[in-house]
């Protein structure tokens, strides 16, 4: 992705290059469909044409009716729509069940709500990042208004079994919102099968453009407006949509439609083929389980390293890695990933760890220079510490 | 940790030229040691010199290192700058000195802080070792 440097870029839960075919249907929407999808007119007409047959993708991506999805500028947006629309709805009864390990999007949101006043219960995770299904089911039939679970973690790439959870909110009367951010094109969804009320999505993470995401709000799903205006899809999120960025979402859900299955194939083999060459040191350690993990992803915590040092030198230097970390500053303040600390991890773990995520550009070659590199410079870092 | 990684630093990080890891010298003569818990780093500082006492000269500095990426340089650094000196002259280095050669921000003085104990720690030890 950089013209300048030489990198490898392995960075792909963070976002993705645009999908072939993307730019090319924005480009026609900003073209040949300018005018507003609301306006009755031919024009108008056009242009909202464009939005139903993206909506028709990625109705058909997800197992949803069309018309229950709602644009927004991404997942955080809708995220903030699903659990603020749903708190402020139910009011002074809402008890809102999470996780500890999910995005800030859902955590920072519901710590605003609960300081004004919202009940709110966390979750911990197992060693493996997985949400003990009895305990939820304790809390859920405890009286729990909706429960918010990311189905892929951003960090570690530990599938939650969303299934299962949809049928425990089923049993006691629960909503069930889904972050899918990043299980969106990689992992099947199906809102009706695992009995989910409100899907959160963004299309930057599918080979999509960024500023544009969607909330699948199930039919008799009651949720109150955050974003008020002009009374755009059904109330609930009011303001002109952007037709070219819609068009490009449903370009890329087209096309991971397409791929799905072939990709996550050859990601998951591309992903163990890069921990062959990194499990060659001592001190290394994968986080979370190869059996629950998405395909992309491969977290890796490694001893004797400091994880700001590991992070600057790999994306630094002659041959860059784009790779990122939950939290590369000081274990020691405590600014070491939540996530893998909620797992189990020690501090200086959970502050030396580094996430590749792999995605459609990501090859053989890529991957054994990336593993190569990597394990050369822990082995340089152990050495600058006095480290055998 | 910055977006902004200090140009100052972080070629020397890349690529140190005076890890104990790299250097051949066997008989050290003074090692000093220094701790920053907050920031989790450590920093180990050896010198080898010639002759006894404040007028001995350094042949030889080396640093081990574990910490952010700033630790690593602030350390090459100070050995750059102690090598063909007196250990009386080394003690002349100050944090001010490390500070403006490596541009280092005010949330990076810590890494300099480190290093300058270790450096004093070693400078007293090769004294009285040779002295």
């Keep these: 992705m950089s013209a300048t440097r030489d990198v490898r870029y392995l960075d792909h839960a963070a976002t993705t290059p645009l999908a072939p ?111 003990d299904l009895d305990a939820l089911e304790t809390v859920v039939a405890d009286g729990a208004t909706l429960v918010s679970v990311m189905h892929v973690n951003n960090e570690t790439g530990v599938i939650q079994d969303i299934e299962a959870i949809g049928a425990i ?23 009706a099968r695992m009995n989910i009320a409100l899907l959160s999505v963004s299309a930057h993470k599918i080979g999509g453009p960024k500023g544009i995401g969607a909330l699948f709000v199930r039919p008799r799903t009651g949720i109150a407006a955050q974003v008020h205006g002009g009374g755009q899809q059904r109330g609930l999120r009011s303001g002109t949509l952007a037709t070219h960025q819609i068009a490009g979402f449903g370009a890329a859900a087209r096309r991971v439609a397409e791929t799905r299955d072939s990709e996550h194939q050859r990601l998951a083999a591309l992903r163990d083929r890069l921990w062959a060459h990194i499990e060659t040191l001592d001190g290394v350690m994968r986080n979370g389980e190869r059996a629950h993990l998405a395909a992309p992803f491969l977290n890796v915590s490694v001893a004797d390293v400091h994880g700001e040092a590991l992070l600057v030198g790999l994306t630094e230097g002659a041959l860059a890695l784009a790779v990122s970390s939950g939290a590369a500053c000081s274990a020691a303040k405590g600014q070491s990933s939540y996530v893998l600390r909620a797992m189990g991890r020690t501090p200086r773990e959970a502050g030396a760890s580094i996430r590749f995520s792999l995605g459609s550009d990501t090859d053989t070659a890529a991957v054994d220079e990336a593993g190569a590199r990597f394990v050369a410079e822990v082995r340089r870092l152990r050495a600058l510490a006095g480290v055998a | ?111 300099a802080l480190l290093v300058m104990d270790a450096l004093d720690m070693a400078l007293a030890r090769a004294s009285s070792n040779l002295g």
């Excluded at chain 1, 909110?169 to 809102?191: E, K, M, N, W």
């Excluded at chain 2, 640093?63 to 750059?80: K, L, N, R, S």
């Design chain 1, 21 to 131: 075919g993307v730019f090319e249907a924005m480009q026609q929407a900003l073209l040949e469909t300018p005018a507003n999808p609301a306006s009755l007119h031919g024009p108008g007409r056009a242009a909202a044409e464009q939005v139903e047959m993206a909506a028709d993708t990625l109705g058909t991506l997800v197992n949803a009716r069309p018309r229950d999805l709602i644009w927004t500028s991404g997942a955080t947006e809708s995220i903030n729509l699903a659990l603020k629309g749903a708190a402020e709805f139910v009011g002074d009864a809402a008890h809102l069940v999470s996780v500890v390990t999910e995005h800030s999007a859902t955590l920072d949101t519901l710590a605003w709500l609960e300081r004004r006043g919202t009940r709110v219960t966390r979750l911990g995770v197992d060693s493996a990042g997985r949400l």
């Design chain 1, 169 to 191: 909110c089923g049993r006691h009367g629960a909503l069930l919102h889904v972050d899918a951010a990043q299980s969106l094109g990689r992992l099947p969804i199906d809102c």
């Design chain 2, 1 to 111: 940790m910055s977006r902004d990684r200090g140009a100052g630093w972080l070629s020397r990080f890349l690529a140190p030229r005076h890890a104990i890891a790299e250097c051949a010298i066997i008989q050290w003569h003074g090692l000093g040691e220094a701790d920053t818990p907050g920031e989790d780093a450590h920093c180990r500082i050896q010198l080898a010199c010639e002759h006894g006492g404040d007028d001995g000269r350094i042949v030889a500095a080396a640093f081990a290192a574990f910490g952010p990426p700033v630790v690593v340089a602030c350390a090459d650094w100070v050995c750059e700058q102690v090598e063909d000196r007196t250990i009386k002259d080394a003690r002349s280095l100050n944090l001010r000195a490390i500070e403006q050669a490596l541009a280092l921000a005010a949330g990076e003085r810590y890494a």
